[in-house]
């Protein structure tokens, strides 16, 4: 008889910990099921026996450290300390240190006010630690106002409400006309941010995103290129922080301004409003016409690659055609998600090993993968210097043995879905491979590995060969094989799970179509196209295509088996002049100069464009880094992530400066798990220390409880 797994019998409003494994919790205690039978439990409070159940799921194969941290709400490093103190110390181990001063607060009343006042006049840190007697450690909480917030992250509700009992809800900025006078005469040169004090402003929560934009370096890129602009009210800061607002709250494009409250944005600017759509289209345009757009992309992607070193030994590119419905005639190009060709511009993305954006332009028609890949190797190369050997990775599009050589000679690693004709494997030659990836999640592969060689021809004409490495997917329920060529050569499974992540650039164009308005134009300004390339000749098709009519009217004619000698002679003639047709249609040359066709051709210009996809994609690696900080505090945060920071932004803040700081206080979300996610998020970033921009104000962020 045939013995197979135990079903498991999951009992009815239990959380999931991982296959076997099931936990139950209420108000009398909680117990943990295996395979839908009582393994341990513990009453109310028992939070020693809570941690030995977690600790026996690790120890006796259950569930994972990752599955155990998930299930228990506590994070996989604190189950790591957990089984650490369990194997050290046994159950004594388990119990939580007791935690409380060990005496009297020294931040009395008294001392926090001299603090202030001390802080106040310019004192330094140390300077006021030495006069109150306390320490740096002290200074810094009495001037953080670190009392208000519990050790949970959250604001408790009497110290909030003292907090917020001071502001003015929903208080509007003071209007600054005299500097608006000012920069008209060109004595101010950017109005300085002044930050609007106020209880539950609109909108305030979209400042959470401000330490994730500053490790971009977005606003640094732009301000480095373009160094101080003309004489104005709204500076360079202000222009590009209000499309990142705008687009945070569901506005990418300039016109979404004006379905936004300006006092709103204007406050998140330090400004009384913010720009009017016509403001910022004539000094966007005002920037593109200095044709620097590719410099501040550069940069970006510079300051990308030295961050996050370890998402850059492998660049996924790819193409992304968009659509131009402007009155101008431009070069069509085939767009796939449609299924048909119009006139469209494509732009070349490059991402990281993660999917985050790193670099755009647009490919000069005629646009393809396999041309652009040269302009992508030596792209790669300036940014991650002469010493690495990254991989580049990109769909059949790209399918070139030649440019496979081209790329491999330079030092590169290639990775690409091979294209058909080609042979399928034998079901004996796959076997199950297991890859961990960077979050702790388990894919399985059934897959086969063997060394092919390719077969191409040189410019010369000589028959060349490329070898590589052919790994081959088999989909074991429809027996569907998916072939992978690679000059990789470390573990078959993680080459395939390199190549079938190619989704995560293929979301991040869903995304940023969805809610960046990717896809937007921006300008429909055009530019001459380059008239010299060479085209296919229209004229060529038309001579071919009259010889052919002529011919097949000739064959229709139906000629009597005897002709008179002048049916014979009108044929003959027919036959001549068919052959004059033919020898017109072979000397009009294929392909001729564009020029010649079409001396007015133009192509849409995109330096403007390539400006907000910067600041689009900048702003979309900062929301990134934001939803993975919020992965080990919200179970939910694979799938729900984005729409719990969106919440986040839209949400009502109070705003306080507090000496030399900002504190943003923000409303507490939908749900009080949300709530504890948002606020344990408000903790990392409080770490950063990132200041106000424009200003010598360090945020800080906490929420408000209900």
């Given at each position: 008889?045939?013995?197979g797994?135990?079903l498991?019998?999951?009992?009815?409003?239990?959380?999931?910990?991982?296959?076997?494994?099931?936990?139950?919790?209420?108000?009398?205690?909680?117990a943990?099921?295996?395979?839908?039978?009582?393994?341990?439990?513990?009453?109310?409070?028992?939070?020693?026996?809570?941690?030995?159940?977690?600790?026996?799921?690790?120890?006796?194969?259950?569930?994972?450290?990752?599955?155990?941290?998930?299930?228990?709400?506590?994070?996989?490093?604190?189950?790591?300390?957990?089984?650490?103190?369990?194997?050290?110390?046994?159950?004594?181990?388990?119990?939580?240190?007791?935690?409380?001063?060990?005496?009297?607060?020294?931040?009395?009343?008294?001392r926090?006010?001299?603090?202030?006042?001390?802080?106040?006049?310019?004192?330094?840190?140390?300077a006021?630690?030495?006069?109150?007697?306390?320490?740096?450690?002290?200074?810094?909480?009495?001037?953080?106002r670190?009392?208000?917030?519990?050790t949970?992250?959250?604001?408790?509700?009497?110290?909030?409400?003292?907090?917020?009992?001071?502001?003015?809800?929903?208080?509007?900025?003071?209007?600054?006309e005299?500097?608006?006078?000012?920069?008209?005469?060109?004595?101010?040169?950017?109005?300085?941010?002044?930050?609007?004090?106020?209880?539950?402003?609109?909108l305030?929560?979209?400042?959470?995103?401000?330490?994730?934009?500053?490790?971009?370096?977005?606003?640094?890129?732009?301000?480095?290129?373009?160094g101080?602009?003309?004489?104005?009210?709204?500076?360079?800061?202000?222009?590009?922080?209000?499309?990142?607002?705008?687009?945070?709250?569901?506005?990418a494009?300039a016109?979404?301004?004006?379905?936004?409250?300006?006092?709103?944005?204007?406050?998140?600017?330090?400004?009384?409003?913010?720009?009017?759509v016509?403001?910022?289209?004539?000094?966007?345009?005002?920037l593109?016409?200095?044709?620097?757009?590719?410099?501040?992309?550069?940069?970006?992607?510079?300051?990308?690659?030295?961050?996050?070193?370890?998402?850059?030994?492998?660049?996924?590119?790819?193409?992304?055609?968009?659509?131009?419905?402007?009155?101008?005639?431009?070069?069509?190009?085939?767009?796939?998600?449609?299924?048909?060709?119009?006139?469209?511009?494509?732009?070349?993305?490059?991402?990281?090993?993660?999917?985050?954006?790193?670099?755009?332009?647009?490919?000069?028609?005629?646009?393809?993968?396999?041309?652009?890949?040269?302009?992508?190797?030596?792209?790669?190369?300036?940014?991650?210097?002469?010493?690495?050997?990254?991989?580049?990775?990109?769909?059949?599009?790209?399918?070139?043995?030649?440019?496979?050589?081209?790329?491999?000679?330079?030092?590169?690693?290639?990775?690409?879905?091979?294209?058909?004709?080609?042979?399928?494997?034998?079901?004996?030659?796959?076997?199950?491979?297991?890859?961990?990836?960077?979050?702790?999640?388990?894919?399985?592969?059934?897959?086969?590995?063997?060394?092919?060689?390719?077969?191409?021809?040189d410019?010369?004409?000589?028959?060349?060969?490329?070898?590589?490495?052919?790994?081959?997917?088999?989909?074991?329920?429809?027996?569907?094989?998916?072939?992978?060529?690679?000059?990789?050569?470390?573990?078959?499974?993680?080459?395939?799970?390199?190549?079938?992540?190619?989704?995560?650039?293929?979301n991040?164009?869903?995304?940023?179509?969805?809610?960046?308005?990717?896809?937007?134009?921006?300008?429909?300004?055009?530019?001459?196209?380059?008239?010299t390339?060479?085209?296919?000749?229209?004229?060529?098709?038309?001579?071919?295509?009259?010889?052919?009519?002529?011919?097949?009217?000739?064959?229709?004619?139906?000629?009597?088996?005897?002709?008179?000698?002048?049916?014979?002679?009108?044929?003959?003639?027919?036959?001549?002049?068919?052959?004059?047709?033919?020898?017109?249609?072979?000397?009009?040359?294929?392909?001729?100069?564009?020029?010649?066709?079409?001396?007015?051709?133009?192509?849409?210009?995109?330096?403007?464009?390539?400006?907000?996809?910067?600041?689009?994609?900048?702003?979309?690696?900062?929301?990134?880094?934001l939803?993975r900080l919020l992965?080990?505090?919200?179970?939910?945060?694979?799938?729900?992530?984005?729409?719990?920071?969106?919440?986040?932004?839209?949400?009502?803040?109070?705003?306080?400066?507090?000496?030399?700081?900002?504190?943003v206080?923000?409303?507490?979300?939908?749900?009080?798990?949300?709530?504890?996610?948002?606020?344990?998020?408000?903790?990392?970033?409080?770490t950063?220390?990132?200041?106000?921009p424009?200003?010598?104000?360090?945020?800080?962020?906490?929420?408000?409880?209900?």
């Open positions: 008889m045939r013995r797994q135990p498991p019998l999951r009992p009815s409003g239990s959380v999931r910990v991982s296959d076997a494994a099931d936990l139950v919790e209420n108000g009398a205690g909680g943990v099921f295996v395979w839908g039978m009582a393994a341990w439990c513990w009453d109310a409070g028992d939070v020693v026996g809570r941690r030995l159940a977690a600790v026996q799921l690790v120890e006796t194969g259950a569930a994972t450290q990752v599955e155990v941290g998930a299930g228990f709400g506590a994070g996989e490093a604190t189950v790591q300390r957990w089984m650490a103190a369990w194997r050290r110390d046994g159950v004594d181990g388990l119990v939580p240190a007791v935690r409380g001063p060990r005496g009297p607060s020294k931040l009395t009343a008294e926090v006010a001299a603090i202030r006042q001390l802080r106040a006049t310019g004192a330094s840190m140390d006021i630690a030495a006069a109150v007697g306390v320490g740096r450690d002290s200074v810094s909480r009495a001037l953080s670190a009392e208000l917030v519990t949970t992250g959250e604001v408790s509700e009497p110290a909030a409400a003292a907090a917020s009992a001071s502001l003015v809800p929903l208080a509007r900025p003071e209007p600054r005299a500097e608006r006078q000012a920069a008209r005469r060109g004595e101010l040169v950017e109005a300085p941010p002044v930050i609007c004090e106020g209880g539950s402003l609109p305030a929560g979209a400042l959470l995103i401000l330490p994730a934009l500053a490790a971009t370096g977005l606003l640094d890129c732009f301000e480095g290129v373009y101080r602009a003309k004489a104005a009210f709204y500076g360079l800061r202000s222009l590009v922080l209000a499309v990142v607002f705008a687009a945070l709250v569901g506005e494009r016109e979404g301004l004006t379905r936004l409250d300006p006092v709103d944005v204007g406050r998140l600017l330090g400004l009384d409003r913010a720009p009017e016509k403001t910022l289209r004539r000094r966007f345009e005002a593109a016409t200095e044709g620097r757009a590719d410099e501040v992309m550069l940069g970006l992607a510079r300051r990308h690659v030295d961050a996050h070193p370890e998402a850059t030994g492998i660049f996924y590119v790819d193409g992304h055609v968009r659509a131009y419905h402007g009155g101008a005639e431009l070069p069509k190009a085939h767009v796939t998600r449609m299924r048909l060709s119009m006139p469209a511009t494509v732009d070349t993305w490059l991402a990281d090993a993660f999917g985050d954006g790193v670099l755009c332009w647009t490919a000069p028609p005629p646009a393809g993968l396999v041309g652009e890949l040269a302009v992508v190797a030596k792209v790669i190369r300036d940014l991650v210097g002469p010493d690495r050997h990254p991989t580049i990775c990109f769909d059949r599009g790209g399918w070139s043995p030649a440019t496979f050589h081209a790329l491999a000679e330079r030092g590169f690693d290639i990775l690409t879905y091979r294209k058909k004709p080609v042979r399928t494997e034998p079901r004996t030659a796959f076997s199950e491979h297991t890859h961990l990836d960077e979050a702790g999640r388990e894919h399985r592969y059934w897959l086969a590995d063997r060394r092919v060689r390719i077969a191409w021809r410019e010369n004409h000589r028959a060349r060969y490329f070898a590589c490495r052919q790994i081959t997917r088999l989909d074991p329920d429809t027996g569907h094989q998916t072939h992978i060529v690679t000059t990789r050569t470390d573990s078959v499974a993680t080459v395939a799970h390199a190549m079938f992540s190619r989704w995560r650039q293929e991040f164009f869903r995304y940023l179509r969805a809610h960046y308005d990717l896809d937007a134009l921006d300008s429909y300004a055009t530019i001459p196209d380059n008239l390339r060479s085209v296919p000749n229209p004229a060529k098709r038309t001579a071919a295509n009259r010889t052919a009519a002529a011919r097949q009217e000739l064959a229709d004619i139906a000629l009597p088996e005897t002709m008179s000698p002048r049916l014979t002679e009108a044929h003959n003639e027919a036959v001549d002049y068919i052959n004059d047709l033919n020898a017109q249609a072979r000397a009009t040359p294929a392909r001729v100069p564009l020029g010649d066709i079409h001396p007015d051709a133009v192509v849409h210009h995109g330096e403007r464009k390539r400006l907000h996809d910067a600041i689009r994609m900048a702003t979309y690696n900062a929301e990134t880094a939803a992965t080990p505090h919200y179970r939910r945060a694979e799938d729900e992530a984005r729409s719990l920071l969106h919440e986040a932004f839209h949400n009502p803040a109070d705003l306080e400066v507090i000496g030399n700081e900002l504190h206080r923000i409303n507490a979300l939908s749900a009080p798990r949300r709530t504890r996610a948002i606020a344990a998020l408000c903790h990392d970033l409080n950063t220390d990132t200041t106000y424009g200003t010598h104000h360090t945020l800080r962020y906490s929420v408000k409880t209900p």
